[in-house]
């Protein structure tokens, strides 16, 4: 009988050996496909109006190893600022990997209040020009983080986006950056973030701060073939 504790060693184990097996590649050239620039993703959103937010500090950005990235806010109407990160990475072989929020926001001095699992309904991606065919899951789902600081706080949805997969887990994550490297050669992919103020004069101000961030969600998800390469 297989026991948690076996089955757990049995992964481990086959982490490991993949893992040995893309070191092994590491000095390979990665072939990365044609992709528009994140700063061209448009800042009409309809109902949103973007603005670009503060540009990261040099420090951070060294920190982080992105290659590309937009940082900007979001506003519909009268409603509150939401903030949009997309950072990218041409190649995670250099020791240049994606940073969590798990780890990144309380080292801002976010406090975690809740984490969990958010399913969003969305629209299919377009397919190649030309094609007629739409691409892309039904369905997606993304991390969703509750996070407090002097007295505010805020809704953080945020997944991996990587060779035409959404992934919300961590580890799951890094199992698939290394099974990419083996079979495809690549190891680019996404971080996509979303912050959602949650304005306690709002009736039900959690749930209402979630049907913002899962509605801005679905309106720019179908945008992200186009600069994050399947």
């Known amino acids: 009988m297989v026991t948690n504790q076996m089955m757990r060693a049995l992964v481990l184990s086959g982490c490991l050996l993949a893992s040995s097996i893309y070191l092994a590649g590491a000095t390979n050239y990665e072939q990365i496909p044609i992709r528009v620039p994140l700063a061209e993703l448009p800042m009409q959103l309809a109902p949103w109006q973007g603005a670009r937010a503060e ?19 979001y506003r519909a ?18 020791g240049d990997s994606m940073h969590s929020p798990l780890n990144c926001l309380p080292g801002a001095g976010w406090l975690p209040v809740s984490s969990g699992r ?10 190649p020009a ?3 065919q739409a691409v892309g899951p039904s369905t997606i789902e993304v991390n969703r983080y509750l996070v407090q600081k002097s007295g505010e706080t805020m809704l953080v949805l945020y997944w991996y986006q990587t060779h035409g997969r959404v992934i919300a887990s961590e580890y ?7 099974l990419d490297a083996i079979r495809l050669n690549r190891t680019d992919a996404a971080l ?6 949650v304005i306690n004069t709002d009736a039900s101000p959690e749930k209402q701060a979630e049907r913002t961030g899962t509605d801005f969600v679905r309106a720019i998800f179908p945008l992200l073939s186009q600069h994050l390469p399947a």
Do not use: C, F, H, M
Request: proline fraction near 5%.
């Open 118 to 127: 958010l399913a969003i309904p969305i629209q299919a991606s377009a397919g």
């Open 55 to 73: 540009d990261l500090d040099k420090q951070v950005l060294a920190v982080l190893g992105v290659d590309d990235y937009i940082n900007r806010v």
């Open 130 to 132: 030309g094609s007629g």
């Open 192 to 197: 996509v973030r979303v912050i959602i103020p």
């Open 172 to 178: 799951w994550g890094k199992i698939y950056t290394v």
């Open 77 to 94: 109407g009268a409603g509150g600022p939401l903030g949009l990160y997309i950072g990218y990475y041409k190649s995670q072989r250099e």
